[in-house]
């Protein structure tokens, strides 16, 4: 089982940009990862996929604006979020399918592992 361990979360105005990592505990070469977020009362939603071949998948409210990368070699995951805007503002998730479902995207039930969360909070 893989550890997930996020950082980088923080207060920022509306226009802003924040990074998000998210540390393994274990090699993530050959999975799929991810990001998902929950706001209050909301439910959880994928944010953003990569797929051990670097391909990547956005949901349609952050494409354009957020981009998911990873270092293999430190087994570190990204999440690079510009133009923030206050519907941003929610825990963040770093996720794992570490059964590997055979296909990949940010949907929430694909992912089988995911770290405690870092929040961001955007003010307008």
């Known amino acids: 089982q893989v550890q997930l361990v996020e950082s980088g979360g923080g207060s920022v105005q509306a226009g802003g940009s924040l990074r998000l990592s998210c540390a393994a505990s274990?090699?993530?070469?050959?999975?799929?990862m991810g990001w998902l977020r929950q706001a209050p009362g909301k439910e959880r939603e994928g944010v953003a996929s990569?797929?051990?071949?670097?391909?990547?998948t956005y949901a349609k409210s952050v494409k354009g604006r957020f981009t998911i990368s990873k270092d293999d070699a430190k087994d570190i995951l990204y999440l690079q979020m510009n133009n923030l805007k206050p519907e941003d503002t929610a825990m963040y998730y770093c996720?794992?399918?570490?059964?590997?479902?055979?296909?990949?995207?940010?949907?929430?039930?694909?992912?089988?592992?995911w770290g405690q969360g870092t929040q961001v909070t955007v003010s307008s």
């Open positions: 996720a794992a399918d570490l059964k590997y479902a055979g296909f990949c995207d940010e949907r929430p039930e694909i992912f089988t592992d």
């Open positions: 274990a090699s993530f070469t050959g999975y799929c």
């Open positions: 990569i797929d051990s071949d670097g391909t990547t």
